[in-house]
């Protein structure tokens, strides 16, 4: 096992460019865009443990100490580099209210304390796990962000709390989370705490996982959350695609900090199975809303797609954690495809509004269909973002994942600095006892070309990823390439390296098992894929063909913070009042094509959206 | 309105080729099968009204009074042509059962006297007048095989006593029927009796649908039963699919009967609406399992296709119907197009087992996708054809529409004689006075050649269909054309005619506005449309592409009998793992394509099947 360690973000700064505009956003529009929200909706509100049947509050669900755990989380790392002693009095009232109303054993949970008091440690489906996981991880970014340690110990407690129930007693309802999350975030405090009871209890949770039936509600199998099977024996990647994949980011760490092969084996394992038959373009996972599963092999249905943001949040998580253990650029990769995709898909433009589900084709005609039928059919996906959810988990998800970009660019090793992502960005860090310094000046991902100057590197290499979707890179310096990665000897204190990656347009296709896609193709420029909304090309988008030798025109769109393209195709048309005519009376006129990028889809009016598209 | 009046399947001799075998077997197979299982259901046994709460028989279902109906309608249409005392005895039986079981006011009805009496007429959507209306409709089929009239005046009895509750008294808790039948088979038993009072009570019926709120199960809209409107109002089909081209079909008849543009007016938009948007290329409609019904324009989605065996029946009833007061040969070409079709696929090859649902596309992948979500999505018609239903009102529609192939074959107006259909046939019967015969000689639909000959139809015109499928077709006498008719004049006793149809394959589109069919074509060869099988193509079927500038190579197959095509294709395959690989990177081999008849799928191994291909 060759194990790296990540920079963290605190280390990083994303100084221009197209996701520091993304960041500034999610300071100052989205991260409140969310409080408001969680106010109005009283979730804040329960963190005072006031509820009552007889009052008029909203009565608390399962998972919002989870939602507002993420929200913390989330505040806690801007306030990290963007000190705001508002947020931060904001967040010290919470911790204020969780350290009044936490039970004298170190038990914090608000559905289960105010509502349903007899209802604690029975039922598996019930989040009580998932959102101590959450909470961990806000208290460890919040003392990280500001050193203040109260929510850490807090924290530090219940979970002492939980090892006893869990581990020692065996007196739970159950023995493993019903939604995984806890493993990651006991792993996250064993590493900031160095505290050793907490990575034990990460493996407890997950080396009984699988292993003994397990309490299930009525409409799911084992494989919903994973339990069909003991963890180190699992090869395909099944049921709640983001229970999976926190599990996964679970296993990975704790295969790192435990050097357990088998671990890693089933780790790759799954990860391959995943991005080689159960992956959208996107980066989304998931197909299916029933469970909000992975299905099987090859299912990616485009218009009914589930693909929640947090599947791909999740995906990214998994595949960043791998790269910890395994360094190929495989798993960077697809850290960038979600972020670029299938993760920023699920945020407006302009910050304030969310989608749950991410499908790859809007067709209104569907959703006219299910209206007609009265009862529906397979669900649809909205069509347009939503400022709020009942089920609020993708929210605050997103704000965490933007402002933590900075994490997933570089990490450390024996053989030297890898360099993952690519923006626009200075980073300052330790490694082999120097203080190494990179920068890098691009305009990414609207052009290909990235200068970094490193400095503090002497005799380690210095890696860099080219994308797997990069048909051409050059660089100013010999390099050999491995897993991946353009590794560079370094043999100077100061370093400049000119990277130059061909961001032209490009087609691609599905495998051909991929029965959704049959005879269509996407189109993807860098990192981005695109898609065609009837805003700029009409209505029945099934039928444009793009011409095979089209030549692709781009051009910067201020609206969409992104290249779009022009392409040239043809539109399938028919005089014919017939429903059915022979082949040579459909005819075809040429038509100009315009992609967006798919992130941007549904941002104008609510019309139809299609990524993969027909060639003529 | 032109009227015209068709010839009795009585009087036409199916003497050689496709539908004499059909015919054959349904006679030898088919209605014995369904008797067969019918026994062993209960339905004959319920005809003795004996069941109780605490005896062991099945308890009847509410319309098994139909399911039977249908089955002596059927063994009516048989017997007029083939006696069979034991056939005849076992008819004779169940009548004298109606006439014991039957009420003193006229009613008669199985579950409504011994399951629930005090539900009689309380209920609109528990078909009391569907069943009413097939029982009809086989009392009028029976006394025109046999002249035996006990069943007809049992059902004028009931009827009588239906008049007087629902246009006199109007004491039933319902206005006009949930699921229509009744107003055909009014008109039917009208047109065998001459008695005024049954057009009446037919005209009721219509007229008064859609004019009042009418009870609904909580489930359907009012669309459903096409109570949305009253009919003279109505322009797109609507609703439960077999329910509305019943109701069409007794519209088109009242019109005939009454001389009533306005419902011609309705029925001409409905029947264009259908064919223009909503109707498969196979002829079945109803494209939606929720409601069996009608979805929007447009929607016609293959892998959920429900296009019920008695839809496409209930549209060729429409059709026919249609040309006895519009004479066009667009009414003849989709009661063709249903019977070598979308009902022909209803029926197993060797008569046995039967299709409720006859999807275009079998991809068993979905079914895969759909167990692995366990609760479902959007319902997959099954796969393979099964001997019995629960709700069988197919099989006996099955039986009772072969044997009434010669109905729809000739009909007679002012202007002359009109051939619909082509067969293997003799024909005699009187018109202007004189005896007319017609002989086909033909191996339609297998090829394209007819030899007309005629005698007895002096100064009459002798109308030829030239259906719309046909590209080119030659005759050996001069015609003009009328109304997709080729009209020939008939100057001697003795009349000779040569008809050539160019039946080669031939390659379809649907309109571009289909949104499940774009890019995608379908095969055609005469009136019979082809499908591909995984049993003669291997897996994945929606890549193979068949080359645009393909030979087509058609020869006889006994099995299926009738032609199959072979041709040549491209299947699309890529050597990468990877789920997405640059359009380069996918590679086509050459690959022979074999095409059978759409309506014989699923007659050999229980796999893919797909209508829609791709051209390359």
């Avoid at 704000?399 to 993952?420: C, P």
């Avoid at 797997?468 to 590794?487: H, I, L, M, S």
């Amino acid at each position: 096992m060759y194990k790296t360690n990540p920079v963290s973000f605190a280390d990083v700064e994303i100084n221009g460019g197209f996701w520091a505009k993304k960041q500034k956003m999610n300071r100052d529009v989205t991260l409140e865009a969310v409080r408001l929200r969680f106010e109005e909706t009283g979730r804040f509100e329960a963190f005072k443990f006031n509820w009552t049947e007889e009052g008029n509050l909203s009565k608390p669900h399962i998972f919002w100490d989870s939602d507002i755990a993420k929200w913390i989380e989330s505040a806690a790392l801007i306030l990290r580099k963007n000190p705001d002693k508002q947020l931060e009095a904001k967040v010290d009232e919470i911790v204020d209210l969780i350290e009044k109303n936490q039970g004298e054993d170190g038990y914090f949970n608000i559905f289960f304390t105010v509502c349903e008091p007899e209802g604690r440690w029975k039922n598996r489906d019930a989040h009580e796990l998932y959102c101590a996981g959450h909470l961990t991880e806000a208290a460890v970014a919040y003392y990280e962000a500001t050193g203040k340690d109260k929510f850490l110990q807090l924290m530090k407690k219940y979970l002492d709390y939980i090892a006893q129930v869990f581990m020692v007693e065996k007196s739970a309802g159950f023995t493993t989370p019903g939604h995984e999350e806890i493993e990651l975030a006991l792993v996250k405090l064993y590493r900031c705490t160095g505290e050793q009871r907490f990575l034990d209890l990460a493996k407890f949770f997950i080396d009984e996982r699988g292993k003994e039936s397990q309490s299930l509600t009525g409409w799911c199998n084992s494989k919903y959350n994973q339990s069909h099977l003991p963890v180190r024996e699992q090869r395909t990647a099944e049921g709640h695609s983001v229970r999976a994949c926190y599990l996964y980011s679970g296993m990975a760490d704790l295969a790192k900090e435990t050097d357990d092969e088998e671990l890693l084996t089933a780790c790759k394992a799954l990860f391959d199975n995943i991005v080689q038959r159960r992956m959208y373009i996107t980066g989304g996972i998931g197909s299916s809303h029933e469970g909000e599963a992975f299905t099987v092999d090859y299912d990616l249905q485009n218009n009914t797609a589930y693909a929640e943001t947090c599947a791909a949040i999740s995906l990214a998580m998994f595949a960043n954690r791998m790269k910890d253990i395994d360094m190929n650029a495989k798993y960077a990769d697809i850290v960038e495809k979600v972020y670029y995709n299938g993760f920023l898909s699920g945020l407006s433009l302009d910050g304030k509004a969310f989608f749950y589900e991410n499908p790859l084709e809007i067709l209104h005609a569907e959703h006219d269909r299910h209206k007609s039928i009265h009862r529906s059919g397979e669900r649809l996906p909205i069509t347009r973002r939503q400022e709020v959810f009942g089920c609020s988990c993708c929210p605050p998800n997103v704000t965490r994942f933007i402002a933590a970009f900075g994490d997933y660019m570089y990490s450390t090793g024996d053989n030297g600095v890898y360099v993952h992502q690519f923006a626009e960005s200075c980073a300052a860090f330790d490694y082999c006892g120097a203080n190494v310094t990179i920068n890098q000046v691009t305009e990414y991902p609207h052009d290909g070309k990235v200068k970094f100057s490193v400095c503090g590197l002497l005799n380690k290499h210095f890696c860099v990823r080219i994308p797997g979707w990069c048909a051409d890179v050059r660089f100013n310096k010999q390099y050999t390439v491995e897993n991946g990665y353009a590794v560079f000897a370094v043999d100077n204190d100061t370093f400049e390296l000119e990277m130059d990656m061909d961001i032209s347009p490009r087609i691609y296709a599905s495998n051909p098992l991929v029965f959704a896609n049959n005879g269509r193709y996407a189109l993807q420029a860098g990192p981005i894929v695109y898609c065609l909304e009837e805003d700029d090309n009409g209505s029945n988008l099934r039928d444009i063909a793009v011409l095979r030798n089209t030549t692709f025109t781009v051009h910067y769109d201020e609206f969409f913070g992104a290249n779009v393209i022009d392409a040239q195709g043809l539109r399938t048309q028919c005089d014919s009042s017939a429903l059915y005519v022979p082949a040579d009376a459909v005819q075809t006129k040429p038509v100009d094509v315009r992609f967006i990028p798919y992130y941007a889809f549904a941002n104008r009016s609510d019309c139809d959206m299609l990524v993969w598209f027909k060639l003529s």
